[in-house]
């Protein structure tokens, strides 16, 4: 199969995503709601794409990183969109964090056209994308996984096949409600060493390799620091996440009160003016 991939949603990373396919040499047709954030990729070699359905006419491997379910739902499914305008034998991938039903729907409305849909949502955040060292998490028929694995490998370094269609979405509600709680501890914990009077660049060389290591430590407590909240993942759709994962805990009957104290804590954030902000600007709510 001569491969020729269709990105869809050019943000923060996946900007970062399709320039690394590009630079893999593939074929790479591009599509975002503005083509401004698409200009650097168009340069490099991606081709325009003006509508969804223009990207499913010129591709076979189709890429979606895009903010909402309801995003998701209307480019897969909706009449002008990639399910019902793709062409038999088309890998639908979203990489979207999305819900589980939605990805299990959109498999099987694949199936019926004669294509397969994986959901492959990551981790890594900007840094990761760019460095090409996401954690992506597959879900979906095994034998698709296998077929399009090269294409995950340009793009991550740690991908793991979950399960049939919804577990990479599952997979990723685990990832999510475990950054939550992390976050609140590792805001309070440089919080502290700050009101202590403490240096919290040398704090971090203790902290940082110890029991208390974690991406999120090693990553974002440097931008905490400089004062730099920029995001390498929105707040909002961390917020989108969050509930989620909150929905599907209770549809499962689990209580989970740290996700639930940590979604209430962004959403003060979020209200104050904060949504568009990185995650780490949850040092905020200490230090204003």
Excluded at 81 to 87: A, D, F, S, V
Excluded at 198 to 223: C, E, K, Q, T, Y
């Amino acid at each position: 199969m001569n491969t020729v991939i269709g990105f869809i949603g050019i943000g923060v990373m996946g900007k970062s995503m399709a320039g690394n396919l590009l630079k893999a040499g593939y074929e790479v047709y591009v599509y975002t709601r503005t083509k401004e954030k698409a200009s650097d990729l168009i340069s490099q070699g991606a081709k325009w794409a003006t509508t969804p359905k223009e990207i499913a006419q010129q591709t076979n491997v189709i890429i979606s990183m895009v903010g909402y379910p309801s995003d998701v739902e209307e480019i897969y499914l909706g009449e002008h969109g990639l399910i019902e305008n793709g062409k038999k034998g088309t890998y639908l991938i979203d990489m979207t964090t999305s819900t589980p039903s939605l990805a299990v729907r959109i498999a099987e409305e694949a199936k019926k056209k004669g294509m397969e849909a994986l959901d492959a949502p990551v981790s890594g955040g900007d840094i990761g994308a760019r460095d090409a060292k996401l954690t992506i998490m597959v879900g979906g028929d095994i034998k698709a996984f296998e077929a399009v694995q090269t294409i995950f490998d340009i793009i991550g370094s740690n991908v793991v096949y979950q399960g049939p269609a919804g577990s990479g979405q599952h997979t990723k509600m685990c990832n999510q409600i475990a950054i939550a709680s992390n976050m609140i501890g590792v805001t309070e914990a440089i919080s502290y060493a700050k009101k202590a009077g403490l240096d919290p660049d040398r704090v971090l060389l203790s902290i940082s390799s110890g029991a208390a290591g974690s991406w999120s430590l090693s990553n974002l407590v440097p931008r905490m620091v400089k004062g730099d909240f920029e995001p390498g993942f929105y707040i909002k759709h961390f917020i989108k996440d969050m509930k989620i994962a909150l929905d599907e805990a209770e549809r499962m009957g689990m209580d989970a009160p740290g996700l639930t104290l940590s979604k209430s804590l962004y959403e003060n954030l979020a209200e104050a003016g904060e949504e568009n902000s990185g995650t780490q600007a949850l040092y905020k709510h200490y230090n204003n």
